[in-house]
């Protein structure tokens, strides 16, 4: 019996050998970052678009994935009347990465809370 090698097990394969770098360091695969879930994209989307604007906002509407990791549309009250069906309320893109920071915002859109989207 070989030293190291139990249960009879074959040859080991070397490791695939990497490429260097330019300054001549074996090249190391870069860490794998883990995307995070969608109920964790809208909670992060929701409570980091409130640090910058100061306002919580009132909802998700909108979540999806895309390659760099999730796009979303929050709701947020712009402007506060009386009756509430006259209050101002935004429509805001937020993309956030793989890991569920904030990477840029946007209002697309501001309407009366009273609005009805009628299809075009």
Known sequence: MVA??????????????????ADGAPRRPAPR????????????????????????????????PTEEGWQADVEVMELERIPDTTSVLASYRVTLDEEGELLAYERVRRYSRGQIDRPT
């Open 4 to 21: 190291g090698r139990e249960g009879g097990a074959g040859p080991r394969r070397a490791a695939p050998k990497r490429a260097p770098d």
């Open 33 to 64: 970052r883990r995307r995070v879930s969608a109920p964790d994209a809208m909670r992060n989307a929701a409570e980091q678009l409130a640090q910058l604007l100061g306002r919580q906002p009132e909802s998700v509407s909108a979540l999806k």
